[in-house]
């Protein structure tokens, strides 16, 4: 259920999960992805990096960069792809740090470049060259809207346009460009035929696929019943019980925290790195994944913040985390993803058993979600649905009305395989790739994780009017991970003898 590929016009359909990402977007919630990525620079260095990363991008111009939206009259549905000129003068800016040129006034003019909503006239992604580091250290920020692309896509880009050696490879030849870029753009009807057939193949696609999604759903959930009933005991059966009877304990409402607020446009970031290896050791030893370890580390660092600004709830904090919905080998350029709920234990205080109950919780979601995998769509028809988004969201914005909802998550989540081996831009060695990703009312903070050549790199993306100094936060979450590594080294209490 994907977008189509682009035709003779030049003309690509938007998903309707994309679509959404557009629809939903206010000056208070933008609806980007970006990175920030730091490089060494090698002793004598006299190069200009900026020139460098221009000339970077100027060789390796992929389509998707090249998109623009093309909207249709009275938003009767999404807008469309349509392929167009790029103006590097304007996609690519010099930025100075003031002055000591410190990482936190860097992460403060990252937060500020991220609350930026892209220009929709022109392809919406923007790159910013950071200048003035004191450590002399090179550094940009890229942003680019999730309409476009999501985690992996992104990673997949990353790959076109990096160099993964030392030594500067000869610049990738130009492909010829669609006569659609350079001649005449597709009118009004072309834009308008190109969305409706989209459309109605997605509702034609749903009415087909409806009588199997049901019949899926309702064998997981059948099985579940039967067998916490006392039927159907086989060992699918009981897996599919526990795994069940799991998700609905540990998923519900979360309870109100400072984070669930309607939020303003100002934004906080600050970084955070730790090294993937020992997670991997702590995974091992627990019988967990890595991302359950991440989810007890965030958990453990929501509990300290909490604890200092305010008190810890009873009842646990709950975070929304995506699912990938990609086949393997998959590098298309889109949104490929749904969100699952999982519970972060916030309410166990010792960071083992907080761990392991983390582990399950997550692993009951994972198989549920293994076993719906086949009926989530990555698509859907959106024919008159736009303008109706774009007022559900000014709506929900308004003062009082988050207030007045249940909180369905406290935090958002997020875990992006990055590349395994460093990365370059002429000769200059990347040594950091720090994700930012988006907040939205009700839930004003984004954790967003990204591995990378032995390291987790963590961005902490939020909205100041509900946390106002992200620093504190992943001051934190490394706290947590020091303490569950010496947690880890503790031997285990001996049994007592029984009293003669």
Avoid at 186 to 195: E, H
Avoid at 231 to 249: I, V
Avoid at 410 to 421: A, E, I, Q, T, Y
Avoid at 472 to 480: I, R
């Amino acid at each position: 259920m994907g977008r189509k590929k682009p035709d003779d016009s030049g003309i690509e359909t938007l998903s309707g999960v994309d679509g959404a990402f557009l629809n939903l977007e206010t000056a208070a919630t933008p609806m980007h992805v970006g990175s920030l990525h730091l490089f060494e620079r090698p002793p004598g260095y006299k190069g200009n990096f900026f020139a460098s990363v221009r000339r970077m991008m100027e060789s390796r111009m992929v389509p998707v960069l090249r998109r623009r939206l093309a909207a249709l009259p009275l938003h009767l549905a999404n807008p469309v792809w349509v392929q167009d000129e790029i103006d590097l003068d304007r996609h690519i800016r010099r930025v100075r740090l003031p002055k000591p040129g410190t990482w936190a006034q860097l992460e403060a003019v990252v937060a500020d470049l991220h609350a930026e909503l892209l220009d929709r006239s022109r392809p919406l992604w923007m790159m910013y060259v950071l200048e003035g580091l004191a450590t002399g250290e090179k550094a940009y920020y890229f942003k680019i809207h999730h309409a476009m692309l999501d985690g992996q896509a992104g990673v997949a880009l990353a790959g076109a346009l990096f160099d993964t050696s030392p030594d500067a490879l000869p610049a990738p030849k130009r492909k010829a460009r669609p006569a659609s870029a350079s001649g005449a753009k597709p009118g009004t009807l072309a834009l308008v035929a190109a969305a409706f057939r989209h459309d109605a193949a997605q509702y034609i696609k749903l009415v087909r696929e409806l009588p199997g999604a049901v019949r899926t759903l309702a064998a997981i959930v059948g099985n579940s019943v039967k067998s916490s009933g006392g039927k159907n005991r086989g060992a699918a059966g009981t897996e599919h019980a526990a795994d069940f009877g799991e998700l609905k304990r540990s998923i519900s409402f979360g309870p109100r925290t400072a984070f669930n607020v309607a939020i303003t446009p100002e934004r906080g970031f600050a970084t955070a790195a730790v090294p993937r290896a020992e997670l991997k050791a702590i995974a091992a030893a627990n019988d967990a994944t890595v991302n359950d370890v991440v989810l007890a580390l965030c958990s453990g660092a929501l509990r300290r913040y909490l604890k200092r600004n305010a008190a810890i709830p009873r009842k646990s904090l709950i975070a929304s985390m995506p699912i990938s919905l990609r086949e393997q080998g998959n590098t298309e350029m889109r949104t490929q993803a749904t969100l699952s709920l999982v519970s972060l234990a916030s309410n166990v205080a010792d960071p083992l058993k907080r761990l392991r109950a983390i582990r399950d919780s997550a692993g009951a979601t994972k198989a549920v979600a293994r076993q719906a995998k086949s009926v989530i769509p990555t698509d859907i028809p959106l024919i008159g649905v736009p303008w109706i988004l774009g007022a559900l969201a000014s709506l929900y914005g308004r003062r009082g009305v988050v207030e007045t909802l249940p909180v369905l998550a406290n935090v958002l989540v997020s875990n992006v395989p990055g590349p395994p081996v460093p990365l370059y831009v002429d000769g200059l060695r990347m040594t950091g790739y720090w994700p930012l990703s988006i907040v939205e009312h009700g839930v004003g903070l984004n954790i967003t994780l990204m591995s990378y050549a032995g390291n987790l790199c963590l961005g902490f993306v939020v909205a100041r009017c509900a946390v106002p100094d992200a620093r504190q936060l992943a001051d934190d979450f490394l706290d947590a991970f020091e303490e569950l590594k010496q947690r880890m080294q503790k031997p285990p209490r001996a049994p007592r003898k029984a009293a003669k």
